[in-house]
């Protein structure tokens, strides 16, 4: 299949989308269409991987990497993906578990696809590829874990010094060599000008071959569908309802690809994004106007942002606002009500959200009754509570068990190259 750029770029292959991260024109690459699918096309897929491998097959069409479909999806698929049924009061919903990756969020889903793919695109060892990846928490952490040890592929993170939590930092930190670990002696807004900079020096790019990895690359997208349709399906094949989701939401990455398997014919309902106090989304569905600002920080961090990328992507794929907010409802959720809601959940669930899917939780309830009476609801669990332990144990007044994966990388010894703010200091790290 042939992707073309939200700018007008393209065709190209699914490989160059997937090397390239981003379009040469600026733009985001989206699929030249997308396949419709009907649910008797998913009869036999029991398991993830089985639902990747139809959901996933046409657009790997005509791309080298099509004979290796099988591993790719093996090896992205690697950990399990529950969908937890809760009673809550008199009211059924359930909880999609996107957290049981190797860093505890659901961006291990995306990282892990893309590593599968271009370390089978690339690894080469004489002349590797660098991926330079700006991060404020957890893209890092899944990125570095995705990639640790691949050969012909070296990651560079770069992560504002005192502003990520100290097991977060961990995460970024304790990988093997071809993971560069860069503490910026400046805000995450400093990293991302960092890696935009090095990326349009033609010398450096040259030399060091960028990538990047976050969610402006269709490769997080095409497998954050599946767990959308896997857990669609098996609902509807239980219940013959069609789920409404409700997604946390900062840079759109996880809701788009949501909307992505509805368009293509999985059986899903109303999509609600659930925002914290950075309201862009929802002014826009208001006011009709798109209007980029600074984020606001919130207690769910990694979902601070002023401008998500991929709102472009959704414009291109579904319309403006006035047509998206037909399509889509949107809530917005307070740092009070985060925690009020961390408490409440803990109470009524018997375990821990974090912050980040305390924005669902609210959301759900807090719903109209008359949309909980007409449709059923999953809510979307993007990390482990785990990772905000700082916010969440006060809160519920426990300690929160660390899962084993997460508790493997935290016995690791870390450490961490400390840079100025400037391009000429991330030059020289990548030199060294
Ligand atoms: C990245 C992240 C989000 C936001 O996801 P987007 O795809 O950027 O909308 C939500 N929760 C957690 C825990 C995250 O790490």
């Known amino acids: 299949m042939n992707f073309f750029s939200t700018r007008g770029a393209g065709p190209v292959s699914l490989d160059e989308a997937l090397r390239r991260g981003i379009a040469e024109d600026g733009g985001l690459y989206l699929p030249e269409s997308l396949p419709l699918f009907e649910i008797v096309d998913f009869n036999n897929a029991e398991s993830i991987p089985d639902v990747a491998r139809v959901l996933l097959k046409p657009f790997f069409a005509g ?3 099509e004979s ?5 999806l093996e090896e992205t698929f690697s950990f399990t993906i529950p969908t937890r049924e ?7 919903v359930a909880l999609l578990e996107l957290y049981h990756g190797p860093t505890a969020a659901f961006k291990d889903v995306g990282a892990g696809f893309l590593a599968a793919c271009l370390t089978r695109l690339e690894g080469d060892v004489d002349s590797p590829l660098t991926i330079l990846v700006a991060t404020s928490g957890d893209t890092g952490g899944a990125v570095a874990a995705a990639f640790d040890s691949r050969a012909g592929i070296r990651v560079a993170v770069l992560f504002p010094d005192g502003r990520v939590s100290a097991r977060q930092e961990h995460q970024l930190c304790c990988w093997s060599d071809n993971i560069l670990s860069l503490k910026v002696k400046g805000s995450f807004d400093d990293c991302q000008l960092m890696v935009k900079a090095a990326m349009a020096d033609k010398e450096l790019s040259t030399v060091h071959r960028f990538s990047s990895a976050n969610s402006i690359n269709i490769g997080r997208l095409l497998p954050q569908s599946t767990y959308y349709a896997d857990a669609s399906l098996r609902h509807y094949r239980r219940t013959g309802n069609k789920p409404g989701f409700i997604i946390p939401t900062g840079n759109l990455g996880n809701a788009s690809a949501c909307i992505m398997a509805r368009e293509m014919g999985l059986p899903i309902g109303p999509i609600i994004l659930a925002t914290n106090a950075n309201r862009i989304i929802a002014d826009y ?3 009709l106007e798109w209007l980029p600002r600074a984020s606001l920080q919130t207690l769910a961090s990694a979902m601070d942002v002023g401008d998500p990328s991929n709102m472009e992507r959704l414009r291109h794929l579904i319309g403006e606002a006035d047509v998206l907010r037909d399509q889509l409802s949107v809530s917005s959720v307070s740092d009070d ?3 009020a809601t961390l408490r409440q959940d803990f109470a009524s ?4 959200t974090c912050p980040h899917t305390a924005t669902a939780t609210h959301t759900w309830r807090n719903l109209d ?3 909980t009476e007409e449709h059923d609801w999953i809510m979307v669990a993007t ?3 785990a990772k905000f332990e700082t916010i969440v144990e006060p809160l519920i007044g426990e300690a929160i068990p660390l899962p084993p994966d997460l508790e493997y990388i935290l016995a690791r010894p870390a450490s961490a190259v400390s840079i100025d703010p400037t391009l000429n200091s991330l030059a020289a790290a990548l030199q060294d």
């Open 68 to 72: 290796d479909i099988e591993e790719i």
């Open 285 to 287: 569905f208001e006011s």
């Open 383 to 385: 990390a482990h509570p």
């Open 349 to 352: 669930f018997g375990f821990a």
């Open 369 to 371: 009754p008359a949309l």
């Open 63 to 65: 791309s080298v990497l």
């Open 86 to 92: 809760l009673q809550v009061a008199d009211k059924s």
């Open 337 to 339: 009500e985060i925690k």
